[in-house]
């Protein structure tokens, strides 16, 4: 199984940034198509950004587009997201995740059940 494991959440006050980080020690990933996704407080977990093998593309939804940046290196064998601009409904436990197969369009990446491992995630929030 793979794992991975999320980092650098925290708490922060509205416009500010902050950057996770998603690392599979001892493995990885870099073949591999990943996503971000994020579940706020009694809601159901949304699909955040998605970054292909390589890094050429993205892909992001509505709400984070032009604030948040995801990128990878596959050298650390880490994916990144960058978020800027934070608002008070970004708060939300943030999760990375892998697909046991390749992805070959941009809607793949968007739903949940398309991925097969995922991190325990890391909390932010966003405070007004």
């Known amino acids: 199984q793979v794992q991975l494991v999320e980092s650098g959440g925290g708490l922060v006050q509205a416009g500010g940034s902050l950057r996770l980080s998603c690392a599979a020690p001892?493995?990885?990933?870099?073949?591999?198509?990943m996503g971000w996704f994020r579940q706020p407080p009694g809601k159901e977990r949304e699909f955040v950004a998605g970054i292909t093998w390589s890094g050429g593309y993205t892909y992001y939804s509505d709400s984070v587009k032009g604030r948040f940046t995801i990128s990878r290196d596959n050298v650390k064998n880490t994916v990144y997201l960058q978020m800027n601009s934070l608002k008070p409904e970004d708060t939300a436990v943030y999760y990375c995740?892998?697909?046991?197969?390749?992805?070959?369009?941009?809607?793949?990446?968007?739903?949940?059940?398309?991925?097969?491992?995922w991190g325990q995630g890391t909390q932010v929030t966003v405070s007004s």
């Open positions: 995740a892998a697909p046991a197969r390749a992805f070959f369009s941009g809607s793949d990446y968007t739903h949940t059940t398309n991925y097969d491992y």
């Open positions: 001892g493995r990885t990933f870099s073949s591999s198509n």
